[in-house]
């Protein structure tokens, strides 16, 4: 399709399309009513998809990769400022410099292509130089969170099979830990922007500052190829339900990344961009920093997310576009309102997490134009972006011609995840207002549609589903529950795994958390289903933030009794005094629901929501009662 003009030739070739598709349907009333809402949103999202891919076709027909790519920037326009970082500026020609010396000091040290490379450091500009320079080579870097320690931390090493491990010297005590379980042929270099010296406190460990600093700025000279498929870089997923898993991106990928968000949202090469999410997570290393070596914008690196500074940072580096994930939004409402709330340039924000609950809220207290909510996996093969303000949507498939873009919403089991087919074998497509599984078409052939997984073949094998909508066919299974409205519109609905099924009705946790955060005063919260013994399915669990004992458990009851059926409240409170998070602010869930409801087992405050209606607390010989089914939940 990259044939059709886009000039008014485009318009009425589309309106062409739609007629024929408006005759297909049958010509009713009800269908030319969609049309006319939802063609303009249509038309502009395919407008900027297909000028996009002709950019990509570009890179793919060049053989480009990242390092290619930035370097045209570097030579371009060398001064042109690309990194903000506290109170230090990277221009282009630096960073291309910095990169030099990295790939020219590895080249030295005898790595190649497809060696790897694992990268610990806090949120910096040498962060990114250090896997774009090592990138150069060839060499995959397997982008580690510097919050983990001992087994994790092992196990993010170990499946990516490292030759070469760098490290930032505030993550030291953590290297030291695993260090005499690191294998003899793994080389060590720690980071430290101070250190003079090679010496470093952890064994057969080298400090690199200063190695780099004698290393060429000059383009490593190879005698061999590194191309657009070749691989980038490993990005872990999060570990909300479990250990990480490293997926794999290409060059190609990651120009997808950071190029589709782009074009489909509407950046501009004068936007500055503010990042305080983590450089090791897709969204703030591709989908951010994707805009200063893709694309030569400038992009403002803070090393840790802030939220009482956020709107005072980007007020001071003047950023016009901000990028929130997780929990972020909720955690800038909480703040208290301050001048700065209203007095920047932030014309968009972009991210994803941003709940239904608080976006007009967090819109207006803001002020912010346009919200480009997105949504897609790390290590999978399709994104999708709300890119016409529609509250609480994070993207949309077109109901006109919804084959149009290769992704779909299928029916699966809400418990069991598993898809659920039609007489001849083959899933089926959800229709508006019912929940599915968001999937994305592999085709093998096609860099675009490709679907490369995890480095670990049995657990990419786990989300591919096959024979979809005809035999032979296959697409990557997100594992997400999504929901189309009857414009198209898209809403996150649950994790398939997460949604519990409780009195005969399917509870979307989702949707409790936004609801009771809402009713705490926008605390942490975590919400699952636990098994109680004579019981089918599970009950619900809300897990509550509550450091300093203040959480008013009478005045949530009352706001949960107000916004949910009877079926979705929560049967048990927990009041944590500490939440352990995910790097992209994410609450972990896991442990928490293997710990239940037994109170003899947990420190933490219960409640449970006793037969009168209201929570009351939960002690051993009532958690007794309940398993004896004396007491009826």
């Known amino acids: 399709m990259i044939w059709i003009s886009f000039g008014w030739m485009f318009l009425v070739q589309l309106a062409l399309v739609a007629f024929v598709a408006y005759l297909v349907a049958g010509g009713g009333y009800q269908f030319l009513i969609l049309i006319l809402r939802t063609a303009p949103r249509d038309l502009t999202a395919l407008q900027r998809y297909l000028r996009f891919l002709w950019k990509a076709r570009r890179v793919a027909d060049k053989d480009l990769t990242v390092a290619d790519i930035f370097r045209e920037h570097a030579v371009r326009s060398p001064s042109k400022v690309v990194f903000m970082f506290e109170n230090t500026e990277w221009t282009a020609l630096e960073v291309e410099s910095y990169s030099n010396r990295v790939a020219n000091f590895f080249l ?119 191309g657009v498929q070749d691989k980038l870089i490993y990005i872990y997923t999060s570990g909300t339900t479990g250990l990480p898993k490293a997926a794999v991106i290409s060059n190609h990928r990651y120009y997808f990344l950071a190029g ?136 949309f498939v077109s109901r006109i011609i919804p084959t149009i873009y290769p992704i779909s919403i299928i029916r699966v089991d809400p418990v069991t995840s598993e898809p659920i087919r039609n007489s001849k074998g083959l899933c089926q497509r959800c229709e508006p207002g019912e929940p599915g599984v968001f999937i994305g078409k592999i085709v093998p052939s096609n860099p675009a549609r490709a679907y490369l997984g995890y480095v670990n073949e049995k657990d990419s094998a786990k989300k591919i589903v096959t024979d979809v909508f005809e035999k032979g066919d296959s697409a990557f299974l997100s594992g997400d529950l999504l929901v189309m409205d009857k414009w198209g519109y898209l809403y996150f609905k649950d994790r398939t795994g997460d949604t519990f099924r409780w009195k005969g009705e ?63 409240r929560p049967m048990f409170i927990r009041c944590l005094r500490e939440v352990e998070m995910t790097g992209t602010y994410k609450l972990k869930k896991l442990d928490l629901q293997k710990e239940g409801f037994d109170p003899s087992a947990i420190q933490d405050k219960l409640s449970y929501m006793s037969p009168k209606g209201v929570y009351e607390d939960l002690t051993s010989e009532l958690y007794k009662e309940i398993l004896a089914g004396k007491i009826r939940l």
């Open 108 to 226: 030295a040290q005898g790595l190649k292509k497809g060696d790897s490379v694992a990268l610990m450091l806090e949120n910096r500009p040498e962060f990114v130089c250090l896997w774009l320079g090592l990138s150069k080579l060839g060499v995959i870097t397997a982008l580690i969170n510097h919050n983990l320690r001992q087994n994790s931390l092992l196990h993010c090493i170990n499946i990516a099979d490292i030759k070469t491990f760098i490290y930032g010297v505030e993550v030291t005590e953590a290297v030291q830990e695993i260090a005499p379980q690191l294998g003899s042929n793994v080389k060590l270099f720690s980071w430290n922007p101070n250190e003079s010296s090679t010496d470093s406190p952890v064994p057969r460990s080298l400090a690199i500052v200063p190695l780099l600093n004698e290393s060429s700025p000059s383009p490593p000279s190879l005698n061999y190829n590194v």
């Open 260 to 395: 589709a968000i782009a074009y489909q949202i509407g950046f501009q090469n004068k936007d500055r961009f503010y990042t305080p999410l983590p450089l090791y997570h897709t969204a703030g290393g591709a989908m951010s920093i994707g805009q200063a070596l893709i694309f030569g914008c400038c992009v403002v690196i803070r090393k840790k997310f802030s939220a009482s500074n956020y709107f005072s940072d980007v007020c001071k580096y003047k950023c016009t576009v901000g990028q929130y994930i997780g929990e972020m939004c909720r955690y800038l409402l909480s703040t208290p309102e301050k001048p700065d709330d209203k007095a920047h340039q932030v014309r968009l924000m972009f991210g994803n997490g941003l709940r239904p609950q608080i976006w007009s809220e967090f819109v207006e207290r803001f002020r912010i134009e346009q919200i480009g909510e997105f949504y897609g996996a790390t290590e999978g093969n399709a994104n999708i972006a709300n890119i016409d303000n529609q509250p609480g949507a994070i993207g």
């Open 506 to 568: 399917n509870v979307s946790t989702c949707e409790v958390e936004g609801v009771v955060s809402n009713v705490s005063q926008y605390r942490d919260c975590v919400v699952y289903g636990v098994e109680v013994p004579g019981y089918e399915g599970r009950a619900g669990m809300a897990a509550i933030l509550d450091i300093n004992n203040s959480l008013d458990v009478a005045e949530v009851s009352e706001g949960i009794k107000k916004a949910l059926p009877s079926y979705a």
